[in-house]
Structure formats: structure tokens, C-alpha cells
């Protein structure tokens, strides 16, 4: 049997019968979560999922109805006190008129043990703006900024809220390089993110919440599974969303110009249907469920159980 004890000393987070209202609508509805030290762990959910809440309880910003969190066996604050958490946060404001070195060697001055400046700016990829005000910064450079913030404390758990909102295609690429640099040495980062690519690429697990509840806990492979079915993609012009909604067996679908991506529970069923109703379609392709796929179907529709 379980040492519940042992177990929350040791994890990383532990959230156990987590609840929090605002006013009579629940924010998050019975959370339990335990993520282990040295995970990547990708936090999904569409807009008004409970992520955000989630987030904010973990870094202390608001204390559970019911239930308790834990970060490696303490409380949130203590936590954030000792610097075992550093945080990026999507709103967090920069002042316009220091420089990005003033900024975090500002953040480093209020933590007890924080990495030297130049490493803190040479792991968040900004040494060359380190003369430069934040009002000079462009929303990219910005995120970065953040991300030297949220490191400068050298934290043991590092949390990401859209951590490459604003930022270009090359930007993000080395911004993810920049974070295996950092969970190479055992940390563990959670990060909550729209893009359904980044989770699926860099990503230990996924956590999947649905109207404040977690509905799929696993791999990406495991929660791709969850969702079953097959993915349909094909050219098909002059296609409406209406026609795709009514093919049978689809669960969710999407309308790119003349480019069509079906989910499907029965993909020969559906494919039948198709190559009947619309001869023209071509370029036609069957394959696995994606995160994307499995995301839609996860979240639209009640499941059945979930992966823990």
C-alpha cells in the first residue's frame, strides 16, 4: 500500500483533493497530481479548463478550498521563499525603464543562493540585450527576459506559463534547446501551453484538464491512445465544415482552405462515406491519432476514464 507521507515529501508537486471556487464557479473540481522530480510535464486544457488555477495554487498565489499542495513536501510560499520554484508568467511586467542585467540582477538580490547574472542571461539566451531597457524589447525578447527571472533563483522546479507566447518559429527552437540544457541537470518544469506541438515534443507526460478536472494523465502516446480512433486527411475542394461534421464516426475535424483533417472512431467508415459523398478528394492519408486529435476529443466530449 501507498505511504501517502513518503510520497508527497518526495514529489516534486503533490496536489491531493484540490478545490477552488470563485464565487459558485469551480475553478478546479478534485485535482490529485503528483508529479515526480526530474519530469517534464505539459499542462493542456481549452480556455476555462482550470490550468491557470492550478498554476496559481502551486506558486502559492491562492490557498485551496479543500484538499492541500506541496512542492518537494513543503508549502507553495515556503517553496517560492527558499527559491525551490522560479516562475514565467505570461502577464509578469517588466519595468520600462531598466535594463534586462538590471532586471534580473534585481530578481537574483531577493533570493538567498542565485545563480551568478551572466550564467542567469547565458541560459535564457539574452546576453546580447542585457544593455537594453524592456520598453526596447520586442514580445519575444520579452518572454526571454522572463525566463532569465524565472531561472536566476536556480530553481528545482521551474514553471512555465505560455513560455514562447510572442515568439518566432527560430526563437522558440532556442528557447526549448535552452530548456534541455536545463532538465539535463534533474530539474522538473511544468509548462502550460496552446501549442499542441510543443507538448507533444518535449513533454515527459501530459496533463489533460476539462472544466477543472484532470481527464487524461499519461505519455503522449498514452493519451493519443485514450482518445483512440484514426486521423483522415485529405484535399477536398469546395468542403464546409457542416459536410464534415456529418460524416459518420467523426469526433472532431478541421477546414484549412481546401485541405480537410478528419478525427474518426471508425476511419473506414468514415473513409467510405468520403470517397461516396466527394470522388473529387485526393492526397488521401490515414493515420494515428495526434495530440491535437486526441486533445479535441478529450475535451469536447465527456471520457470514460482517464490515464493516472
Given amino acids: 500500500m501507498e505511504n501517502t507521507d513518503v510520497v508527497a515529501a518526495g514529489a516534486a508537486v503533490r496536489m491531493a483533493g484540490v478545490h477552488k471556487h ?41 490557498d485551496p478550498d479543500h484538499g492541500t499542495v506541496s512542492i518537494f513536501g513543503r508549502k507553495p510560499g515556503e517553496a517560492v521563499r527558499d527559491g525551490l520554484i522560479g516562475a514565467m508568467l505570461q502577464n509578469g511586467t517588466l519595468l520600462d525603464d531598466l535594463t534586462v542585467r538590471e532586471t534580473v540582477g534585481l530578481v537574483g538580490r531577493l533570493h538567498r543562493r542565485p545563480l551568478p547574472l551572466g550564467e542567469a542571461l547565458r541560459q535564457a539566451g539574452i546576453e546580447d540585450l542585457a544593455g537594453r531597457r524592456a520598453n526596447k524589447l520586442s514580445g519575444g525578447q520579452k518572454q526571454r527576459v522572463r525566463f532569465a527571472i524565472a531561472l536566476v533563483s536556480d530553481p528545482d522546479l521551474l514553471v512555465l506559463d505560455e513560455p514562447t507566447a510572442a515568439m518566432d518559429v527560430g526563437s522558440r527552437r532556442e528557447f526549448w534547446q535552452s530548456m534541455y540544457t536545463f532538465t539535463e541537470t534533474g530539474r522538473t518544469v511544468l509548462f502550460a501551453t496552446h501549442y499542441l506541438e510543443e507538448a507533444e515534443e518535449f513533454a515527459d507526460r501530459v496533463v489533460l484538464m476539462r472544466a477543472g478536472r484532470v481527464v487524461a494523465d499519461g505519455s503522449v502516446a498514452q493519451v493519443r491512445a485514450l482518445a483512440g480512433g484514426r486521423t483522415i486527411r485529405a ?27 478528419l478525427s474518426s472512431t471508425d476511419s473506414d467508415a468514415t473513409l467510405r ?16 491519432v495526434g495530440l491535437e486529435g486526441a486533445f479535441l476529443s478529450l475535451t469536447t466530449d465527456e471520457p470514460e476514464g482517464a490515464l493516472r
Fill in 235 to 261: 484535399v477536398l475542394p469546395g468542403a464546409t465544415a457542416q459536410f464534415l461534421a456529418a460524416l459518420p464516426a467523426v469526433t472532431a475535424h478541421d477546414l484549412r482552405g481546401d485541405r480537410i483533417s
Fill in 22 to 62: 470563485y464565487g459558485d464557479v469551480p475553478a478546479v473540481a478534485g485535482v490529485d497530481l503528483t508529479i515526480a522530480p526530474g519530469e517534464v510535464v505539459a499542462l493542456l486544457g481549452p480556455n476555462g479548463a482550470g490550468k491557470s488555477t492550478a498554476v496559481d495554487l502551486i506558486l502559492g498565489l491562492g
Fill in 273 to 288: 462515406a468520403l470517397l461516396t459523398a466527394a470522388p473529387a478528394a485526393r492526397e488521401v492519408e490515414v493515420g494515428a
